[in-house]
Structures are given as structure tokens and as C-alpha cells.
């Protein structure tokens, strides 16, 4: 309960952490632990989490130990429930505003739309567990974590489109069919965006962040492109690019690098 908060997931010996972040203080408190030995085979990679607007539950996706396959699963302090099977393993995922669960892979990324009426089994092996994946949307190259965004970016109508940060550019593209992609020019208020690798990307406030050694950028103003040229890529973004002054390095990458950052508050599985 109470007003919402930045959540992360943060990997440890024994299993995973759901840490929630008090914005006043900048200090961490852990809400809950999710062992390795949960599941059944135990999980090994836990990542890609975000809290569903539609029910206030955790969502992840899940790989488990050895051809045990990968899963969007939900969490408390107490279970697991396999939700849908993936194709293959990724740690890209993001809700949408309509309560949609995206994943991104290498090129693509597929969708999970009303994730909150699909039933939740306690068995990886269960029969009644949803299939995803056969409708893969091509988005091209995508950076190492996603955020989806709600608009009307390019004067097509108001729709989803997948945001990342790959190689100093920050990518967009429409999540659904026909798909468009633009790269975004920086203008004159923004800050040069670095190269490597952006291990977090997440929405608070209004604003989409992404994360990277030492810091956090986000973006401010940003509000409509400009029409594309030539294709997939187009002119720029009314906007700027930023570092965030506030983020420091142990904040963001407590451990190993964080398996997510989302809204709070977290309700419990339980119905």
C-alpha cells in the first residue's frame, strides 16, 4: 500500500531480491526473496520484471536450470506461477500501459496481451500453460532492456512503441505491424549519450529512463518525431537527452546488474 515506488530485482547467492527504493532517502529496503530452489527444476535467471497494472502483481520472465525452457512467470514472497512459455530465453521485457506484456529478442519482440486473465500453474510441465511467440513483430536492432511507450510519436495515431539505447543512440520503433523505426537526433539540450551497454530501462513519472555505468540518463520533453525518410529512419525528436544528477553506481547496480525497475505497490498472488 501507499504511494508508488521505483522496484527493482536484484540477483544474490541463494536467488533473487525485490527491492523497493524510497526516493527521499535513496536508500533500498527488501520487500521479498525468491529462492533458486522454488521451483521445480530450480530457476537460474530471473529478469525482465515489472509490476501489472491491471492486478499489482509482479511479472518476470524466468529461465530455468539446464532445457528446463524459459517462462513470463509471477512472484510473491511466497510462489511462482508459470504463466506463458517463451520461444527461447530473453531478459527484455516491459508492460505497456494497457497492461500488455512485451518481449524483445534479438530483432523481434512479441506481446502478451491481458496477462492478468491468464491462469498461473505451479508446474513449468503443465499442459494449460500459454503459448507466445508466433507472431513476432521485426523492430530491427534492440538495445539490452526495453521500455514501451503509449503515443502518437510520428502523426500515425497513438500506439506502442518499443524504446532502447544501443551503441549512443537511443532506438524507437512501432511495436506493431507495419512496423517503423527511427533513431533519435539529439538537439541542442542534450548531453552526448555513451556507448555500451544500458543494463536497465524503465518508466516513472512520466519519463523513460535508461541505465547505465556509473549513471542514468532520461529523456525530458521528448514529444513527437519528426516524419521519417527513407524507410526506417527518420529526422529527430523534440526533446533532450540527460544524465540524471541524482543516480550514483551502488543505487543502480547493487551485486550483479538489476533484473529490473518498476512501479510499486506489489500485491500478493493470492485471490
Partial sequence: SGAPRPMQVVGGRRGYFVREL???????????????????????????????????????????????????????ADRVEFVARLPRWSWKAAFGADGTFWVAFERTIVRVPDIHRLPGFASPRHAGIARVGAEAVQVGSIGADIVVVRADLDESGVQDYVVSALGGRVMVAHAVEPPRRWELAPNADSQPLPKGHFGAAWTFRNRVFLAKQPRQWHFRGARRLHRPRGGHRGGGVRGAVRRHPQERRHELYGGRAPAGVERGPVRHLGR
Fill in 22 to 76: 524510497d526516493l527521499g532517502s535513496g536508500k533500498y529496503t527488501t520487500l521479498f526473496e525468491v529462492p533458486f530452489w522454488r521451483t521445480k527444476p530450480r530457476y537460474t535467471q530471473l529478469n525482465g520484471c515489472g509490476v501489472g497494472p491491471r492486478d499489482s502483481i509482479a511479472y518476470c520472465a524466468m529461465k530455468l536450470h539446464r532445457r528446463g525452457g524459459s517462462f513470463v512467470v509471477r512472484i510473491d
